[in-house]
């Protein structure tokens, strides 16, 4: 039936029965889909991602500076509490940020899953036929050669061939030539979206099934990879302490070297944790050298030197003589630089009262003004400084110390000012309390033993989404179409040869080159064209017999 | 023990350098106020025919030596049509109406050194006082390194003055390769701006590196990104010359403004520039994603885990993520042009924060810039 | 808009997206454990522990040094009923429960029950002065490289000091208090493993 209306500039939609004539729940689900996966969708989601980043490098987030986030609430007694219902003390974790990112990897490949399908199905189909006018084309060139239109198009198509091209060939009398390069440019780009999938799959299974722990050892003393033994210890979702790996370590001895003069004097210039260890019970014993940069690899978990530090030996008696303390305590440096240390010793099964003591450890000491300072972080002149308490350490019961620190709620000061010791000095307690000997000192490693499958995983994907990166901006898609047609009259006009002329109706033929790149967003093609259309003419001059036939 | 004679001989070189560099500047002003009255040639290699006949015009005998100084310089190089080479198979229409010319080759272009000198005595000077900077300067970095014994990126002065040098160079091959000598006023001035600062505000004497950075991975990962700071530096700076340019064109066509024969009538078009700043971040990118990649390795040496969120890692993901953008907004309607080279910006502000506020203020593990 | 029917390919993408999405959400945010067959929590706890018959573990051997410098070897205390406690000198809750264990060893030895410490991170001086101060009269072998702690947790979760044990005739893990004990719950531990049945 003829209508005289103007054609309608939608589509018409198909008749549909009335019940689905309403934007049902699985169309918005649909339209919803469609958004998260546009262009402009992934670019708002990628700059909330960096956006919410922010906050996570300003402010200190619970996993890695829990102290700092202690002092923002003292220091910000209003607004930590309102930050922290925002999840901004751990913006890595909290929920909204993952918010962004998984809906980010939702577009990503809602994208690229059908992009891989349609590559696939490209990969099979020929290239489109040679348009009818190459001169319309983004790049074209054209020029004559003695050679018939049959043999010119099979130097051509042995040269594009030459490079690499897909061919087609047209199968009626036309003569032309269809050729295609560059699929590997969105195989590229497919896997470079893929690879950072990859990557966060693996960093979720560090998350689920890796762990981290933190221990400090004294030299000369050993530990083993148990949960009750460890410092600290962050297991990922799934990790038990049986997951653990039953490894031991003795930490033989700690060395550490400093610059002894120039503008870097004091600089630190080496560690060396030198160890023993066994990767189960009973297993063998093999030595090693720990050093910041060079981790220790034990059954599949690594042992890194983080710091380290002095352990003062001090032995602690009684009135009467008995041993009350006997052994190395870490002190950890203070921040007035040059190992200046600080730290604890407490002697709760001391009679008739508890001690505590609180010392400073001074490697190499000078008495500047009547302040005691520390000019060189190694052990040279080492000096100890400690103040004496007496009374109730409040270790009986309660919660847990801090080995680092004394409470003081029950304790009084035995001495009103503090009392230096040097190594092998004997400090006699007033009130016939006891007496502390600084024997000497030790010195301590920390080490960090982590676990983390989905750490080789992330590596091998970041390689890969970094070489598909590369492929993705060094490869294009381009094609370029030849055609060849007998110079006579209508030739010159750049329209395909019409079904009457016959091959070989003059001498030699004219090729029409022409290309376009699907992609360039970058330019570039018209260098390549240019060579390969030089290329194709000086093949064919090359082919030609000996005539010359002019221009 | 750092070699402290060679240290005194790198900051000469790198004063050295700060002087042709800005004599470098001069040149290229110079050029705009002085040189030869025609549109700079920011062209690719090859020339494609914008119109069959203006190439008629030109003259047949373009095709018989492929060479032709005026063909170089006739034509402004990028048809319109190639804008639109997303369009896929199809027969675009804009090269002009069925080229009666049977012989339409597109001509090569003259070789490199060739068009520099035929672009006056302001540009060959320009370029001859560039590559004498960017010679000084690279010595200075070398004997630096010799100096300390390693590479020389080991705090924010050699970082600076590394990155400024590998922006130096690139830039020196995109001028070279792409006719961009228009472009040196800008970018070899940031470098002076950029270098003398670093030589003024925050020199430090060549010394030793703490043990925590004592590790090959330091020469992988921060070359990586000193290379790339350096190249998204011009990328930078190309995007706010395009701003500028842009601006001007909007200027004009609003009536406000005259599309005269100054600066900016002497630079190349807008898409040429938009292809340059864009060339530039796509060869930035993946080596700051390596650059990445490789600070993760590194990390998880030394400190035991590949990510952690440290304040450096963060910002550093931070700029991943908005150059990403970049890429992305070429590729979306409403985002290409001006919008996309806001983004672009913004990456490069991160960058720098990174660098020079997050590095040195905020505590974390990276805090190595030595400064002060 | 036309509106078309939704396609089986988009429901497989849905599918897959959700069910990648729900798998990275829990790497991320929680998950939660559970029980196991044969044991039972006291006081809806997971604090202390029994073990029933057939699902008890064999306790590792191990040989030490005590305290005073006698060897001892733990399989000598086959045949018998053990409560074998991990201790320090530095830990509170070990200081608190102390007099707890003196009192319960004292009492429970003339039923053929034996206590054994196990001392940890704890040098032997310290110890010493520790076991003087709070009457400990059984013995306590040193740990000094934690490697009896690890042969342990690898057949219950040792997870923090103090950690008891209550181990049962044939060598094998009766009952457990992950942390602090008290004396009803070891009272009846023991008296549940020494009458050889369980709860």
Redesign the interface.
């Known amino acids: 039936m003829t209508d005289l209306r103007p054609a309608p500039e939608v589509e018409e939609p198909p008749a549909i029965p009335a019940s689905e004539a309403e934007f049902g729940v699985i169309d918005w689900l649909r339209w919803a889909w469609r958004q998260l996966t546009s262009m402009r969708i992934a670019l708002i989601l990628l700059f909330l991602l960096a956006l919410g980043s922010v906050p996570g490098s300003m402010l200190p987030q619970e996993g890695g500076d829990e102290a700092g986030v202690i002092q923002y609430y003292k220091s910000h007694p209003a607004l930590a509490p309102l930050l922290n219902h925002l999840g901004m003390f751990n913006v890595f974790g909290a929920p909204w940020f993952a918010a962004i990112y998984l809906l980010l990897f939702a577009s990503l490949v809602g994208c690229v899953v059908p992009r891989t399908f349609k590559l696939a199905g490209s990969a099979r189909t020929l290239p489109p036929r040679a348009p009818r006018n190459i001169g319309r084309l983004p790049h074209s060139a054209s020029y004559q050669t003695a050679l018939p239109p049959s043999s010119a198009l099979a130097v051509a198509a042995r040269v594009l061939g030459g490079h690499g091209f897909r061919l087609r060939t047209s199968g009626d009398g036309s003569a032309w030539l269809s050729a295609e390069k560059g699929y590997l440019r969105e195989a590229g780009n497919l896997l470079f979206h893929l690879s950072l999938l990859g990557v966060l799959v693996s960093i979720a299974l560090g998350g689920l099934f890796g762990y981290k722990a933190d221990k400090l050892v004294v030299a000369g003393n050993a530990f083993s990879d148990t949960q009750s033994d460890l410092d600290e210890f962050y297991p990922g979702r799934l990790v038990t302490a049986a997951d653990l790996a039953p490894f031991t370590i003795k930490l033989d001895s700690f060395s550490a070297s400093y610059i002894t003069s120039g503008p870097q004097l004091g600089q630190p210039a080496a560690f060396n944790a030198h160890v023993t260890y066994s990767a189960y019970p009973g297993g063998p014993k093999r030595t090693d050298d720990i050093q910041v940069n060079h981790p220790l690899s034990v059954d599949g978990v690594k042992v890194y030197l983080i710091g380290h530090g002095y352990a003062p030996v001090f032995k602690v008696t009684e009135a009467n003589g008995q041993v009350v303390y006997d052994g190395a305590t870490p002190f950890i440096a203070a921040a007035s630089g040059n190992f200046l240390s600080q730290g604890v010793v407490k002697v709760p099964d001391a009679s008739p009262e508890q001690l505590g003591f609180s010392g400073v450890f001074v490697p190499t000491a000078v008495y500047a003004g009547g302040t005691l300072a520390s000019i060189f972080p190694a052990a040279d002149r080492p000096v100890v400084s400690l103040i004496a308490y007496g009374g109730n350490l409040g270790m009986n019961s309660g919660p847990t110390q801090s080995v680092y620190q004394l409470d003081m709620a029950g304790l009084k000061q035995l001495a009103a000012q503090p009392h230096l010791l040097a190594p092998g000095q004997t400090w006699t307690l007033p009130g016939g309390k006891g007496a502390i000997t600084f024997v000497g000192y030790q010195q301590w490693a920390s080490l960090t033993i982590t676990h983390d499958p989905g750490q080789l995983p992330a590596l091998l994907f970041g390689m890969g989404a970094l070489g598909g990166l590369l492929l993705s901006f060094l490869v294009r898609r381009r094609r370029v179409f030849v055609r060849v047609t007998a110079p006579g009259p209508d030739a010159g006009l750049g329209s395909g040869p019409g079904p009457g002329s016959a091959p070989g109706s003059g001498p030699g033929s004219v090729v029409r080159f022409g290309g376009l790149a699907r992609t360039d967003a970058s330019g570039g093609f018209e260098a390549e064209f240019a060579s390969l259309a030089a290329e194709l003419r000086a093949a064919h001059e090359q082919q030609a017999p000996q005539q010359e036939t002019g221009d | 023990m750092p070699n402290v004679a060679l240290g005194h001989v790198s900051n000469d070189f790198m004063i050295a350098a700060l002087i042709i560099y800005s004599l470098a500047v001069l040149a290229f002003a110079g050029d705009f106020a002085f040189g030869r009255p025609k549109r700079s040639a920011v062209t690719s290699r090859a020339q494609v025919p914008e119109r069959a006949d203006a190439l008629a015009a030109v003259g047949a005998s373009a095709t018989a030596s492929g060479v032709s100084g005026s063909a170089v310089s006739g034509t402004s190089g990028v048809p319109a049509a190639s804008a639109v080479s997303g369009v896929s198979g199809a027969v675009v229409s804009g090269a002009g109406a069925g080229g009666s010319v049977p012989d339409s080759m597109p001509p090569v272009a003259l070789p490199p050194l060739r068009a520099i000198l035929a672009a006056g005595e302001w540009v060959r000077a320009g370029m001859a006082l560039s590559t004498a900077g960017v010679l000084a300067h690279a010595l200075a970095v070398i004997t630096r390194g010799f100096a300390v014994h390693r590479a020389p990126w080991g705090n924010m002065y050699e970082f600076v003055t590394a990155l400024t040098c590998f922006a130096a160079i690139f830039f020196l091959w995109v001028m070279i390769r792409y006719r961009a000598w228009a472009l040196g006023v800008f970018v070899i001035g940031a470098v002076v701006v950029v270098l003398g600062l670093a030589e003024t505000l925050i020199y430090t004497a060549a010394g030793n590196l703490v043990p925590a950075l004592q590790s090959y991975w330091l020469s992988i990962h921060v070359t990586a990104m000193t290379v790339s700071t350096g190249v998204f530096f011009v990328a930078a700076v190309l995007g706010v010359v395009y701003l500028a340019v842009d601006h001007h064109n909007r200027r004009v066509a609003a009536g406000k403004a005259q599309p005269g024969n100054g600066i900016i009538a002497r630079l190349p078009s807008l898409e040429q520039l938009d292809r340059l700043a864009y060339r530039t971040v796509v060869f930035g990118f993946p080596v700051w994603t390596f650059g990445v990649i490789a600070g993760a390795i590194w990390a998880d040496e030394a400190w035991g885990r590949y990510w952690g969120w440290d304040p450096v890692e963060t910002w550093a993901f931070i700029t991943w993520v908005v150059y990403a953008a970049f890429l992305h907004a070429r590729a979306t309607a409403g985002w290409r042009g001006r919008r996309a080279h806001y983004v672009q910006l913004l990456g490069f502000a991160t960058l720098s924060f990174n660098i020079l506020v997050v590095q040195v203020f905020i505590t974390g593990l990276h805090s190595y810039a030595g400064v002060g | 808009?036309?509106?078309?029917r939704?396609k089986r390919k988009?429901i497989v993408?849905?599918a897959?997206?959700c069910a990648?999405?729900l798998?990275?959400?829990?790497?991320?945010?929680?998950?939660g454990?559970g029980g196991s067959p044969g044991v039972t929590y006291l006081d809806g706890t997971t604090n202390a522990v029994v073990y029933h018959v057939g699902h008890r573990p064999l306790a590792p051997d191990f040989t030490g040094t005590t305290l005073t410098g006698t060897p001892l070897h733990f399989y000598s205390y086959r045949g018998k009923v053990v409560v074998l406690n991990?201790w320090g000198?530095?830990?509170?809750?070990c200081?608190?429960e102390a007099p707890t264990l003196s009192v319960l060893a004292e009492q429970e030895r003339p039923k053929g029950v034996s206590f054994l410490g196990v001392d940890?991170?704890?040098?032997?001086?310290?110890a010493?002065?520790?076991i003087?101060?709070h009457d400990i009269d059984y013995p306590s072998v040193g740990d000094?490289?934690?490697?009896i702690?690890?042969?342990f947790?690898?057949v219950v979760?040792?997870?923090?000091?103090p950690?008891t044990l209550v181990i049962d005739r044939t060598g094998h893990i009766a009952g457990a208090v992950f942390g602090q004990i008290t004396y009803s719950e070891l009272t009846a531990m023991i008296a549940t493993v020494s009458s050889g049945g369980a709860a």
Do not use: H, Q, Y
């Open positions: 808009m036309p509106v078309p939704p988009f993408l849905a897959a997206a990648a999405v798998a990275i959400v829990l790497g991320v945010t929680g998950f454990g991990f000198s530095w830990c509170t809750a200081r608190e940890l991170e704890d040098t032997t001086a310290n010493m002065a520790f003087k101060n000094p490289s934690d490697t702690t690890l042969s947790s690898s979760p040792i997870s923090s000091t950690t």
